[in-house]
């Protein structure tokens, strides 16, 4: 299993998403199915990249501090 960090592009801000997946492509079409269940409607997404992909066995994560996410 992977633990993936996108960022997706939604009007005028990024929003962070993490997925745990087995592949990149099942990774892909669970951040628009996550992104669906969470705004109800699946938002507009002008962008969407990858960040990080790392590989997870019993523990792992990541660090999403939106001021230094925000500067890039």
Do not use: C, H, W
């Amino acid at each position: 299993m992977f633990l993936y960090r996108f960022e997706a592009q939604i009007e005028n801000r990024t929003v962070p998403v993490v997925i745990l997946a087995n592949d990149d492509e099942k990774a892909f079409k669970l951040v628009d199915t996550e992104l669906e269940k969470f705004y109800v409607k699946k938002p507009d997404v002008q962008d969407l990249r990858m960040y990080e992909k790392k590989r997870v066995s019993q523990s792992g994560g990541f660090v999403l501090d939106i001021e230094v996410l925000s500067k890039r």
